[in-house]
């Protein structure tokens, strides 16, 4: 079942990695920004689009994923994870969280994935896309939340996060993962209409509105929180 990932074809050694690293992450993750104080601002874009159409797509870096599972802990909120390893922890993680995962990507299990989100924006869910993901590059958005909002007609939500102080993943997307008793800013913007059909040229121009209103606020927060990325 793709719903569930790949777990019956990782070997026995990578079952039990995936069980004792998720388990291992999770609960470190959770001890630390329990010790971290938590500033939410401009949450009432959020809340006044999901007032007047019941569900909402919120758009975040991938960098931020462990940041927006804190945030979105105990919501049953949906987010969709690549079909391997690394999607697979990563689900195991944000699950612990309290979240759903759904398993899919571009390249693998992508049209069944677009499915399971329709199904669960149909449901009435808010559901969270790393706009970079699975693989990146970095803070540019693919199109798949463009296409979903067009299929479903939902507002995007822009959501920047940041924490300092914080450690950063020698990983592609330079993951946030936040030090003990830091500052977690979570910053919302303007809603996104989708776009207004099918079309490439629509989808296209709502993926860059997405990308550029994104980047804006995550750099803006960043600026704020006085983080600085890796060094390339």
Same mark, same amino acid.
Request: hydrophobic share 30%; charged share 20%; net charge positive.
């Given at each position: 079942d793709w719903k569930k990932g790949r777990a019956g074809t990782f070997s026995r050694r990578e079952r039990m990695v995936l069980s004792i690293a998720s388990l291992s992450a999770g609960t470190v993750l959770k001890g630390i920004l329990h010790t971290c104080r938590s500033k939410i601002e401009c949450r009432g874009y959020f809340d006044e689009a999901v007032r007047v159409?019941?569900?909402v797509l919120v758009a975040f870096w991938h960098e931020t994923l462990?940041?927006? *599972?804190?945030?979105?802990r105990h919501t049953s909120y949906r987010t969709l994870t690549s079909q391997s390893f690394d999607g697979e922890l990563a689900a195991r993680v944000v699950e612990r969280f309290g979240l759903k995962a759904l398993r899919g990507s571009s390249s693998r299990g992508g049209r069944e994935a677009l499915v399971a989100l329709r199904t669960a924006?149909?449901?009435?869910?808010t559901v969270g896309f790393t706009l970079?993901?699975?693989?990146?590059?970095?803070?540019?958005?693919?199109?798949?939340? *463009?296409?979903? *909002? *067009?299929?479903?007609?939902?507002p995007i939500i822009p959501h920047a996060m940041g924490v300092n102080p914080a450690w950063r993943l020698r990983s592609w997307d330079q993951m946030y993962v936040p030090r003990p008793f830091g500052t977690v800013?979570?910053?919302?913007?303007?809603?996104?209409?989708?776009?207004?059909?099918?079309?490439?040229?629509?989808i296209e121009y709502t993926r860059i509105a997405i990308e550029e209103s994104l980047n804006k606020l995550q750099y803006s927060l960043e600026a704020d929180l006085r983080t600085e990325p890796l060094p390339k």
């Open positions: 159409s019941g569900r462990c940041l927006a *599972a804190w945030h979105y924006l149909d449901d009435g869910h970079d993901g699975p693989k990146g590059p970095r803070r540019i958005a693919k199109p798949g939340i *463009a296409i979903l *909002a *067009a299929k479903c007609h939902v800013v979570s910053r919302f913007g303007p809603p996104i209409p989708p776009p207004e059909s099918m079309t490439s040229e629509s």
